[in-house]
């Protein structure tokens, strides 16, 4: 079975129906404002979420290929294991719009959780010029961590270049951040809302950790 897949659009057939972009959940598709056809900003390792669109697009308008060069289309997200090429630790980027929240939490709870596998980091597209002081509450409360004393505002280019990304759940507007493996974790951005809302993003948070550790442990 092929460890990776690519996909192919065959421009002479695609009608420029974006249904790929609409259904992608980590950003493979993106609209190419000179033809208004999608383009392929993400292509081998890519896993989730992208395989359905071939249904509502013409027939043989998006194929997926396997690394092997085989039509590969049958992967189980949950037990797939990227192999990942880098030295030391792998570096994961946990990305959302304004690094201020849901990705602050991230940064936290894997260097908590998951040091001893892969290096973590946050960042985004635009700043805030402080963390989100609930999440900075929540975390504090629940871990004992401190983040406006351990971690700060950044965006992409201020971290280094990742070998995984994590879109918190960007959804369409995920950015364009190269990487030898995605994921988006579609979760909502609690600001603004109760403490038991924080918990219950903070709780997926915690649980898709440990299941990206897993993914990402060698061992």
Known sequence: MSKA?????????????????????????????????????????????????????????IHYFGDDGTLDIDYDF?????????EGKPKV???????SCRSQIAEALGKKLASDVFESYSA??????????????MIKKIYG???????HNKLIEDIPSPDVVIFMGCNVSCPNVPSQYAENWGLDDPS?????????????IEEKMHQLKKKLNTI
């Open 93 to 99: 980027a946990f990305v959302c719009v304004h690094n």
């Open 5 to 61: 897949w690519y996909p192919e659009i065959d421009y002479n057939k695609c009608v420029g129906c974006m249904a790929c972009n609409d259904m992608c959940r980590h950003g493979v598709y993106k609209l190419n404002e000179e033809t208004g056809k999608p383009k392929v900003v993400y292509g081998t390792g890519c896993v989730h979420g992208c395989h359905g669109c071939e249904k509502k697009c013409p027939v043989g308008a």
């Open 145 to 151: 961590i401190d983040m406006e004393e351990t971690q």
């Open 192 to 204: 603004g809302k109760s403490d038991e809302e924080f918990g219950k993003t903070i709780q997926a």
């Open 78 to 86: 949950d037990s797939y294991k990227p192999e990942i090429k880098c």
């Open 124 to 137: 985004g597209t635009e700043l805030k010029d402080h963390i989100n002081p609930d999440a900075v509450r």
